[in-house]
């Protein structure tokens, strides 16, 4: 799974134009990582759940 903000130089024209510090790209990347993670981990719990909410739905029907 990729998880993106766009392109750094975007991203640091971005910051800039909000009076915020730059990133390095290095940095922005390590985020991503955590960031793809954390999106992953809450994806696949939620996709569990309904999975689980499906099935007790179809057995209540028969």
Avoid: C, H, W
């Amino acid at each position: 799974m990729k998880v993106s903000l766009g392109r750094p130089v975007k991203v640091n024209n971005f910051l800039t134009t909000q009076n915020i510090a730059l990133f390095a790209y290095r940095n922005l990347k390590k985020m991503e990582a955590r960031a793809g993670e954390a999106i992953k981990k809450i994806s696949t719990a939620s996709s569990n759940k309904a999975a689980i909410d499906a099935y007790e739905k179809e057995m209540e029907l028969v």
